[in-house]
């Protein structure tokens, strides 16, 4: 019994003194870089490395944070990114939980398909999954929420006006596909600040950032036959 009792009083002391470790480092990282948001700080079981996860990124460093790698972690023998998979895993959204509510709700044929863009009425990169991916997407249901950045300092108001349409999906691919904005003045009650908040809680950096069904994000203008093979399962 004492030796069982040795047993578990010696893996508490080690899971403490790892958390200790853990936040000792976040606290290294966050006054050496106090604009960024962290995630989570893991030890890995690569050497004495720890997983840094920022957004939807991570980065490596060691316990006294005395170098950076910014990179990918790869099995040399099945050449699975392993940075990628725990990207996925530590990233994962609960689609269902997203409060769609919020969200501007475009239906193509019976539906079926479902996923969630964060996108921005100023965002190149947004226009271009719409007209070259989403435009294309058959049988499917597509949430926007507007995720106006601050980088756009026009999209907040153009993000108001469409939400304050009568139609507000018509008013959102009128000017994400022909450049036409609704006429209005922008003054209904809008969820915008809590999408901002809703995106930084997810860790949403850029913009498009695509939810799948699955929970799985996938962030980029993807081409139609990219976002297909997202939403068939071709890519885990």
Partial sequence: MKFIFIIILSMFYFLSSAVANEDALREKIEKAYPEITIS??????????????????IIYTDEKFSFLIIGKVVDPNTRKDLTQARVDELTKVDFNSLP??????????????????FSDVDCPFCKK?????????????????????????DAKPKSAKIWCAKNRAEAWLDFMLNNK?????????TPITETLALGRSLGITATPTIILSTGKRVPGALSFEELDKFLKGFYD
Avoid: W
């Fill in 181 to 189: 904005m609704v006429e209005n003045d922008g003054n209904c009650k």
């Fill in 129 to 153: 999954l719409e007209r070259e991916a989403l435009k294309e997407l058959n049988d499917a249901t597509i949430y926007i929420f507007l995720y106006p950045l601050d980088i756009h300092p």
């Fill in 40 to 57: 989570s700080v893991v030890k890995t079981k690569f050497n004495n490395l720890y997983e840094v996860l920022i957004g939807d990124q």
């Fill in 100 to 117: 769609f509510d919020q969200s501007i709700k475009i239906v193509k044929g019976d539906g079926s398909t479902k996923l969630a863009v």
